[in-house]
């Protein structure tokens, strides 16, 4: 065991930790460390899903068991999100092509997430058609298998954006759509050849700590805004550096 695989383990229990205590599992802060750790595109995809159902399925039964979760605003999403994520999870973006994708998309993260950080969680509530929870669903469904994340890092701020939900049933539903979208990217992505890393392993227990941290603290300090601060810059920094080397 080299000392970058410790280091990588390390920033991924951290990246775990933070993510799970607002409702997420980390796929884009995983992305994040590869990046940063230099790990083959090849073999970031696969393993930010593999870990990112892992820490999703502890943050959703801890949210749900704090009573932070809307039937009526998941469903509609999984149901539209799931054979998308899955078509996704089949498709395979060149090297070239996917480092400035996810660059982009953790840039948008993070600006998304630092501008979300101080949303009041006593805005009032707005009601949302069910066809446009489906359309909203497929299209990060979709997202989610071709970037390897769980799409909740995009939901988020889109519910808090249009209050569709409060800042604690955002962190249930986030948690909940996160892991049905990244098992079917999953599926999707083990349908193809695919590279795994030898400190997966390593990689996985490091997440089931962190993620399980972590949602213990967020599912009872819900909507904390100095962590989705604290994300945004990591997302940030991930996503400038994903750009910098996407001709490399």
């Keep these: 065991m080299s000392a970058h695989d410790i280091i990588t383990a390390f920033l991924i ?17 995983y992305l994040a460390v590869m990046a940063l750790m230099t790990v083959p595109p090849e073999q970031m995809k696969v393993s930010a899903l593999g870990l990112n ?9 801890r949210f749900y068991r704090a009573g932070a979760f809307s039937a009526r605003l998941f469903w509609p999403l999984a149901v539209a999100s799931v054979p998308m994520a899955y078509i996704g999870g089949t498709l395979t973006l060149p090297g070239h092509i996917y480092k400035p994708v996810v ?37 990060l469904g979709l997202l989610s298998g071709l970037t390897g994340v769980g799409g909740g890092i995009f939901l988020s701020p889109i519910l808090i954006f249009y209050r569709w939900a409060s800042t604690k049933i955002v962190s249930g539903v986030a948690a ?18 695919y590279a ?53």
């Design 13 to 29: 229990l951290l990246a775990a930790l933070l993510y799970a205590s607002v409702g997420h599992a980390g796929a884009s802060g």
């Design 53 to 61: 159902v892992l820490v999703a399925m502890i943050a959703t039964v």
């Design 103 to 139: 660059g982009v998309l953790l840039i948008y993260a993070a600006v998304k997430s630092f501008a979300t950080a101080k949303t009041a969680a006593t805005a009032e509530i707005r009601s949302v058609a069910t066809p446009i929870l489906l359309a909203v669903g497929a299209a």
């Design 176 to 193: 909940a759509f996160i892991l049905v979208n990244s098992i079917a990217a999953l599926a999707g992505v083990l349908t193809n050849s």
């Design 196 to 248: 795994i890393p030898s400190s997966l392993p390593l990689w996985a227990v490091a997440a089931l700590l962190g993620g399980f941290i972590g949602a213990e603290f967020g599912s009872r300090r819900l909507g904390n805004p100095n962590i989705q601060r604290l994300l945004a810059l990591v997302l940030l920094i991930a996503g400038i550096k994903m750009m910098l080397t996407a001709a490399s």
